[in-house]
């Protein structure tokens, strides 16, 4: 396997958007001043009448996109993560999700990924935050195709929708036929011995350790589960039976994130023991992305470490 | 343990040569140390050098060898991502090493992208996140008021950063509590990261904006020393209100070729730019 690194799953929102533009007449796209960031200012430039920058306002960012919602449109919102999920936390919550609404959450910089802007900036606890609105599904996208792709499928489904993007350049893991269905996990390798569960950047780390395994004849299987709300419970149930090992492995806190969602589901349906792999209840900190990657215990080699000690 | 300093004893031509010397001084070092890190916020560092030098060179009370002395002044960089001009602040007032600073950005370094309190001394609060500066000034602000001490707050806040309702929140909480040892100072440059901010979300008009929600607003030229100095103190004076500076300025002030680009909000500059900066400022080399 090639793991080049051409493109960002932010990149993926910013194509995914032009698309949108041009094939659905109601999408309106907000952003709160980092739209060069989030890519959205090429949708700003193509259709300017859809596009509103609400400066440095996350809160009513939220409240805008939900009475955009209310009347018809469908609103795509860009921000940083940390900001997007923590600042407009409640307009989200009381307006966007209790009523059900067409708002979809596309923040970018999600993660330690962000790299030197440091502790502040990365956003380690959004997907707990997120997975716990009733009506909010959870997506967590592993590249640039996946990630265009769900932006694009966000448009169809009912009610609001979390994509968790990234800022810096990842593998491709999926071809360009890749289709998106929510709720739908997906095997990229078949392996009995372990079975690792990742999203987004911890994607290609999983496949990697399960690739150096492999040498050491262990059979790690490897799944994307994609959303983590909803959670394709059935792949990961006869993934646990088979193997009896589950690692889950995300870019975020391993409370309230992936790691908690698969527990939850195993500890009702099927006790298994679980592994989780993320940042333990650490704030970020400044440091490369890769360094940091390291630091955090979140590079191949550590999955690799963490299995061989369980086996 | 009241600190008196030479600068309370000179002239006004003197004073303005001191602390140019040392605004100049910071500016090279914002360079130096963005360019170093190869990420980081030269704008908004730059067009707060000035501002943040008459502070902690002048207004200040503070004493660099006992950070946490209960008698001190506040200071608040509710713009976090303009670390490197507090940090570069806090070095010549002597509160570290300055060779410390070239570790910017770093993995394990003290010197985080945006202030962090748990890590270096000097910061009284972490930031990064915009918006919330104003309000922990209040808190600060009412604290000294309930214990009694003498200590003014000061924060500073960016004209982007006023787009966000918590600082209007807090502008009604501190004008209600009759904050009158509080100063605010807005740095207007009239950029954000997406154009100017006048574009963006207009902001203006700022002065009487904040004279409605009962403040005394000051304007001054954000990067004339000795002004800027004289209407903090003036600022100082004032009661039963807490004052707004509304400091014009200019972003990426002092290299010519950053100056009113919004290309430098967050954009690191490359060997090459970096001589030509420090030329610019004085100095051929590193030195
Ligand atoms: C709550 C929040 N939203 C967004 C950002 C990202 N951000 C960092 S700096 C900046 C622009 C700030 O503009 P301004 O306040 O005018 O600062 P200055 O021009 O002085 O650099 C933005 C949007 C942030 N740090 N915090
Ligand atoms: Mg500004």
Wanted: glycine share 10%; net charge negative; proline share 4%.
């Amino acid at each position: 396997m090639i793991w080049d690194c051409d493109k960002a799953t932010r990149n993926g929102y910013r194509d995914a958007l032009l698309e949108l533009g041009r094939e659905q007449g109601n999408v309106v796209v907000l952003d709160c001043d980092l739209s060069k960031s989030t890519g959205s200012h090429l949708f700003g430039q193509e259709y300017p009448g859809r596009f509103f920058n609400c400066g440095i306002a996350e809160q009513s960012m939220m409240g805008t996109a939900a009475g955009l919602a209310a009347s018809g449109k469908v609103c795509y919102t860009g921000s940083f993560a940390v900001f997007a999920t923590g600042r407009a936390y409640e307009q989200i919550r009381n307006t966007i999700a209790y009523c059900n609404l067409n708002v979809n959450i596309c923040p970018t910089h999600a993660g330690i990924t962000v790299g030197p802007d440091g502790g502040s900036h990365q956003s380690i606890a959004d997907i707990s935050l997120m997975r716990a609105l009733p009506n909010m599904k959870v997506v967590v996208p592993a590249d640039y195709i996946e990630a265009k792709a769900a932006v694009k499928a966000a448009y169809s489904i009912d009610g609001p929708v979390y994509i968790r993007l990234g800022r810096p350049l990842v593998p491709k893991i999926y071809s360009e036929d890749y289709e998106f269905q929510l709720g739908k996990a997906r095997i990229l390798r078949e392996g009995g011995d372990v079975v690792i569960i990742a999203v987004g950047v911890m994607v290609a780390e999983a496949l990697k350790a399960a690739e150096i395994l492999a040498r050491d004849s262990i059979n790690a299987q490897v799944i994307n589960p994609i959303t983590i709300k909803p959670l394709d419970d059935e792949v990961i149930l006869v993934a646990a039976a088979k193997t009896g090992l589950v690692i889950t492995a995300e870019e975020h806190s391993i409370i309230g994130g992936l790691g908690s969602a698969v527990s939850e589901l195993l500890s009702e349906r099927l006790p298994t023991k679980v592994v989780r792999i993320g940042v333990r209840d650490k704030f970020g900190t400044s440091g490369s992305p890769a360094e940091l990657m390291k630091y955090y215990g979140l590079t191949a080699a550590d999955i690799v470490m963490k299995i061989k000690d369980l086996l | 343990m009241e600190i008196i300093s030479e600068e309370e004893k000179m002239s006004p031509a003197e004073l303005r040569d001191f602390l140019a010397e040392k605004a100049l001084l910071i500016r090279r070092d914002i360079i130096k140390m963005i360019t170093v890190a190869g990420s980081g916020h030269p704008g908004g560092s730059l067009s707060a050098a000035d501002i943040i030098t008459a502070l902690y060179f002048k207004v200040l009370r503070h004493n660099p060898q006992a950070p946490k002395w209960p008698l001190r002044d506040r200071f608040v960089l509710s713009k976090g991502h303009a670390a490197p001009v507090l940090y570069a602040a806090l070095a010549e007032a002597g509160y570290f090493e300055r060779r410390e600073l070239w570790s910017l950005r770093s993995l394990g370094s003290r010197f985080q992208g945006h202030p962090d309190m748990l890590k270096l001394p000097g910061i009284e609060i972490s930031t990064g996140s915009l918006g919330q500066g104003l309000a922990i000034a209040n808190g600060m602000a009412l604290a000294a008021k309930i214990d009694n001490l003498d200590s003014t707050v000061y924060t500073l806040i960016g004209d982007g950063e006023s787009q966000e309702g918590e600082i209007w929140e807090a502008a009604l909480f501190a004008a209600h509590h009759r904050l009158d040892n509080l100063v605010a100072i807005t740095d207007f440059n009239n950029l954000q990261i997406d154009g100017r901010v006048s574009d963006i979300k207009n902001v203006c008009p700022i002065d009487s904006k904040w004279s409605a929600f009962g403040w005394h607003v000051i304007c001054v030229d954000g990067h004339n020393l000795l002004d800027i100095v004289s209407a903090l103190e003036s600022a100082r004076a004032v009661s039963g209100k807490p004052v707004m500076l509304e400091a014009t300025t200019i972003k990426g002030k002092g290299v010519s070729f950053m100056e009113d680009m919004v290309g430098w909000h967050g954009k690191a500059p490359t060997k090459e730019e970096m001589k030509s900066a420090l030329k610019e400022l004085g100095v051929d080399e590193w030195e």
